[in-house]
């Protein structure tokens, strides 16, 4: 685990709130079978929540049940494309008690090249 980053015991069951983490990439810790995690952020609102898609597209005919908010701890399992969202076409599939599609955008996982160094294609 990196140096500085707390994360809560709410990360076994999917998303966790935690002090800020110091880079992008943090290791998720036992219980999860993510290998990284990262950090909700600059989803808009706020304390706004994104929800979970079954597919990479915001025109999903399945909306799942997780959602995600700005700090909140995400367990990442893969990337895939979709739609773009602020120019990023990338989209993680979360891990843990989520199981659905977040666009990349409002993850903290860095560049495209950053996201493929981490996380395998889905």
Known sequence: MLAGATLATGLLSGVASAAPLTGAYVHCGAGISAEWCSTATSIPGGTATMSEYSCASYSCS??????????????????????????????????????????????????PADVKAHLYHC
């Open 62 to 111: 399945t909306v799942l049940t997780g959602t995600i908010s700005n700090g909140d701890i995400v367990p990442l399992h893969c990337y895939t494309y979709g739609d773009s969202v602020g120019g990023d076409n990338i989209w993680i599939l979360a891990d843990g008690n989520l199981d659905g599609y977040f666009p990349d955008y409002y993850i903290n996982t860095g560049s």
